[in-house]
């Protein structure tokens, strides 16, 4: 063994170490980190699953939330134990995040109401208008508030019984711990917050209260999990909740643990952009970006939510349902294409051949048009998706357009959010990207950076993404005398390598004609949610 294998079996061994989870989309990740250099992974653990689409919403249910969570650490143990012949008991820390947004409702006794309603549903259009009119912001369809007060509107039987509400993040750290808390960036996807107390806004609390006063539940202060900044004791481990995580019975409970955060906050610190002027692009799933603001946005843009840093700060966020999963799908069929033809070979070398040939396809991607919408998309105003590729007779289909058109694809929703953002005067001085289809070398970046007309960078982590910044709040647990930003700059990527793609100009013209195109062939995706049950 290694002198740096000894000192990383050394820390496990004591407990130096932060251990963060996140439950995504598609995947719950476990990463360990050593507490005193977070930058240094020791160890991860992965479990795929998936939401089912039951009477007409989105969910994931509580036993496959806790079988998988109870997989994804099993494997990051026995990853730990491949690496140093140890198994660990314990952490200096621990940090729970998952997808933001969404409801789970909950009665006095702590029993779920109804089952987990996700951010992918869209049937929260009038609750998300009547709210935005009332609190004169925003309110995007997936958030938390929308889901309840839809809930409200349709005079659902179980508001009667409402006691508690939180997200996917807030339940699973409430289990572990019994703390019914959240991080502020999570809590900002609830209801709005207010950047000056970093808590919810009490005029807007005051306002829903009044509103629903004859409706029978509980107030908002009551129904809503404490908010708590990044660095803030959340209470620790309890029997139950190692139990819970480790049915074996190998973790010990006591362990330290850091507020609950989103994923919209883990890739906030997983590319260090948590200060003003600063910005991200997290794609998975869903894409979104994350923009910091020096100041209040002057207009309501329904293009735009306005949520928060894990430290508390007002960013400007732009998030589209619909991420990289038309793209697997795509790289899927070309996979078994390859292995029906006799030559099969790893997804990860797909994914590398079509992304280099799409690297060179026609700026414009030949005149084809690919949409990812297998959800609704707000941004577009769509309430279902239908994923459509779509050439006119004289386009140019070649395996490089059509690839680069699914790129493309991926990052055009985003972009038309984005140019909202930019004609508000917010533009970052630099966007950073994190997420699985980064990590084809140069690609992705370069395309990404044609979009936005800015220059994107990626970090050496960037393929560890939420999972990796969940362990850096945790280890931030032991650091937070200092702010999350001098914590972040000067403690974690002090020595990290970023590898930076400036726009191309003919990759900005073209992705320009591109988006062109696709915004008027919105209409073509209208008409298939009509046409096609």
């Not at 494997?75 to 940090?95: E, K, N, Q, S």
């Not at 609750?127 to 009119?133: I, K, S, V």
């Not at 004169?136 to 309840?148: K, Q, V």
């Amino acid at each position: 063994m290694t002198a740096g294998q000894d000192s990383a079996r050394e820390a496990i061994e004591a407990g130096r170490t932060a251990l963060g989870i996140e439950l995504g989309s598609t995947r719950i990740k476990a990463c360990l980190v050593d507490a005193k250099n977070p930058s240094k992974v020791l160890g991860v653990g992965n479990h795929e699953w998936e939401n089912q689409f039951v009477d007409r919403l989105w969910t994931y249910s509580l036993e496959a939330v806790w079988g998988g969570l109870q997989a994804a650490y099993a494997d990051l143990v026995a990853d730990v134990y491949r690496r140093y012949g140890i198994r660990p008991t314990t952490f200096g820390a621990i940090g729970v995040s998952a997808m933001m947004h969404g409801c789970l409702t909950f009665d006095a006794q702590g029993e779920l109401l109804v089952p987990f309603r996700t951010w992918r549903n869209t049937n929260t259009g009038p609750a998300a208008a009547e709210l935005t009119d009332l609190f004169g912001m925003n309110i995007p369809l997936r958030w938390s508030i929308a889901h309840l007060h839809q809930a409200v509107v349709d005079s659902e039987p179980h508001i009667g019984q409402l006691d508690f509400f939180t997200t996917l993040g807030g339940y699973v750290h409430w289990k572990l711990t019994g703390r019914k808390v959240l991080g502020v960036g999570d809590a900002s996807g609830m209801v709005p917050i207010n950047p000056t107390t970093r808590d919810y806004d009490a005029t807007i609390v005051t306002r829903y209260d009044n509103l629903v006063s004859d409706k029978g539940i509980p107030p908002l202060t009551h129904l809503l999990p404490e908010v708590l900044p990044a660095g803030s004791a959340a209470g620790d481990l309890t029997a139950v909740g190692a139990a819970l995580l480790d049915p074996t019975g190998a973790l010990k409970p006591g362990i330290p643990f850091c507020p609950p955060e989103g994923d919209a906050g883990t890739g906030m610190v997983a590319t260090n952009t948590v200060a003003p002027r600063t910005g991200n692009v997290s794609a998975g799933t869903s894409i979104f970006a994350m923009v910091v603001l020096e100041h209040p946005l002057e207009q309501v843009h329904h293009e735009l939510d306005l949520v928060t840093t894990p430290a508390g700060d007002l960013v400007a966020m732009v998030h589209c349902n619909n991420g990289a999963s038309e793209l697997a799908a795509w790289v899927g069929l070309f996979t078994r294409f390859a292995a029906a033809s006799g030559a099969a070979v790893d997804s990860d070398v797909v994914y590398e051949t079509l992304f280099r040939e799409a690297g060179a396809g026609e700026a414009d991607a030949g005149g084809l048009l690919a949409y990812n919408y297998l959800a609704g998309e707000p941004i577009a105003g769509l309430t279902e998706g239908r994923p459509l590729f779509v050439r006119t007779p004289d386009s140019r289909l070649t395996l490089a357009n059509m690839m680069r058109a699914q790129l493309y694809g991926v990052f055009s929703t985003l972009a038309l959010g984005m140019r909202v953002l930019t004609d508000e005067g917010a533009e970052p001085d630099q966007m950073f990207a994190h997420g699985g289809m980064f990590r084809t070398a140069g690609v992705a970046q370069r395309f990404l950076a044609g979009a936005l007309d800015a220059p994107v960078s990626v970090a050496e982590t960037a393929s560890e993404g939420g999972p990796w910044g969940m362990a850096v709040l945790a280890a931030y647990l032991r650091h937070s005398d200092m702010s999350l930003d001098a914590y972040l700059t000067d403690h974690v990527f002090a020595g990290a390598g970023f590898d930076t793609a400036a726009p191309d100009a003919a990759d900005v013209a073209g992705f320009a004609t591109y988006l062109d195109r696709y915004r008027s062939g919105l209409a073509i995706e209208r008409a298939a949610v009509e046409s096609l049950a």
